[in-house]
């Protein structure tokens, strides 16, 4: 049985250990009329019973499943001929993938040598063995926690205090679950990135000003030695942002005014879905129209005055992505100002102020911390934008403050570096890891002073 289908199978035990545990707790007391004699309802006793089988089994398939592999490859391989399992560690690898191949069905096992075929063939045999292990075993784990469970359910039982603490521990676990991956996608980033300070000065990776990362990949190759200074790549990074941010803001920020304040409901029914709309446009569509349509028409009018425009700018790919994030700021700050008790409206009113001023000097103000976390949301989403700048900023590092020249940006720089066949040892691939983690402490960094910007105004005004 596949793991999908046993989780499906451990579903329906579960459904039935359920309806078992329920209808014996309403058996102990005669029925559905002596229910007040029940410590708690009967479907506390229920989801103990489903609690107590599918929990049990799901521990045993997660661990069954995180080892399998690892094990069923050594045994695979301790059965290889000495002379496939004598070669170099590289060569065993490629040995190894031929056969996943071979099991995951992408090749036939016909196209890969006759050693790798029979180790694929005993793989599969191997993991039909194991499925049918793992079955049995989780399914009597199951039935063998119902039969327990519905022995131990009496009256007293405090079956809803069971419950609420396994709930408190899956909760935990949650949570614990959540902080231990971020915990890890961080120090993975973070030691990649001290692998390539070792290689160069993390001081002319954050002061230099040539970004050149092509380096030689092997010892026998002809290439650069490199230039790793991100300045140029920062530079890009919060020039575009900048232009967008100046696009986005206060046109979003105005729209949630209106669509708040003044306008009529049936018009807001109306506008509000159209200009949400934009958020759900694919980036490379946007991509697209400023490549074709908002580059080209930028060129010509900077033709036309006069100016040199290049076709591919920073200035095309902000207005692009400023419309393009338009409706973060738009709805967040619309949901913070209609949250803005009435009651705040009215008293500004009766001290005679108007409706403008009462906009402006009450409800924004009141807002304020949404509207931060909105504008927040909205910067994180510029920075992290890699599709518009690709096609309508380009590949460029230049160190220029000038909007109408190529520049890029850190995030086009780590797809840059990470596409294609790489070598993890080469300081042009740990590039990436360390301008992620230098994103990785900005956003921090952003974090950090809105947070402090949202716990000013709350103080203030609740």
């Not at 092997?218 to 967008?244: E, Y």
């Not at 520049?407 to 990436?432: H, M, N, W, Y």
């Amino acid at each position: 049985m596949t793991p999908l289908a046993l989780l499906v199978t451990l579903l329906g035990l579960s459904t039935v250990a359920f309806w078992i545990g329920k209808s014996h707790s309403l058996a102990t007391v005669g029925g559905k009329s002596g229910v007040r004699s029940l410590h708690s309802l009967p479907g506390h006793y229920g989801l103990l019973a489903a609690a107590w089988c599918a929990l049990p089994a799901l521990v045993v398939i997660g661990l069954w499943l995180a080892f399998q592999d690892a094990i069923l490859v050594k045994l695979v391989t301790a059965h290889l001929p000495e002379s496939v399992r004598a070669l170099s560690p590289a060569q065993f690898s490629l040995v190894l993938n031929d056969v996943r191949n071979v099991v995951a069905g992408n090749v036939p096992a016909s196209s890969v040598d006759a050693n790798s075929a029979a180790a694929a063939a005993e793989y599969l045999h191997l993991r039909s063995i194991s499925r049918v292990a793992l079955t049995a075993l989780a399914l009597s784990i199951g039935v063998l926690a119902i039969i327990f469970v519905r022995r131990r359910i009496v009256p007293e039982m405090r079956a809803r205090n069971q419950v609420e603490r396994i709930v408190e521990w899956l909760l935990l676990g949650c949570s614990t679950f959540a902080i231990f991956t971020t915990i890890g996608i961080v120090a993975s980033v973070l030691f990649e990135a001290l692998r390539f300070f070792a290689q160069v000065s993390p001081w002319e990776f954050l002061t230099g000003t040539v970004w050149s990362p092509q380096t030689a990949i092997r010892a026998d190759q002809v290439g650069s030695s490199g230039a790793f200074g991100a300045v140029p790549l920062f530079a890009g990074t919060l020039l575009i942002s900048a232009i967008a941010m100046v696009v986005a803001v206060p046109t979003g920020l105005f729209a949630a005014v209106y669509l708040a304040e003044y306008a009529h409901p049936k018009f807001r029914t109306w506008t509000k879905p159209f200009l949400e709309i934009l958020a759900g446009v694919p980036t490379v569509v946007y991509g697209f129209f400023a490549a074709l349509t908002v580059g080209p028409a930028l060129r010509g009018w900077g033709e036309g005055m006069g100016l040199s425009v290049a076709s591919e700018s920073a200035l095309a790919a902000g207005l692009v992505m400023g419309i393009m994030i338009i409706p973060f700021v738009s709805s967040l700050a619309d949901d913070m100002i209609t949250a803005v008790p009435q009651s705040l409206r009215d008293g500004a009113y009766a001290l005679g102020a108007t409706k403008s001023e009462t906009i402006r000097q009450v409800v924004f103000r009141a807002a304020l911390p949404g509207i931060v976390g909105g504008v927040l949301l909205a910067v994180s989403r510029a920075i992290g934008e890699t599709m518009i700048v690709v096609m309508a900023a380009g590949l460029a590092a230049n160190l220029t403050a000038n909007p109408l020249e190529a520049v890029t940006t850190v995030t086009v720089q780590i797809v840059t570096l990470l596409v294609g066949d790489q070598e993890f040892d080469s300081p042009k691939t740990l590039a990436a890891f360390a301008l992620g983690l230098v994103l990785f402490v900005a956003t921090l960094a952003l974090n950090v002073l809105a947070l402090h910007i949202v716990r000013k105004y709350r103080e203030q005004y609740e």
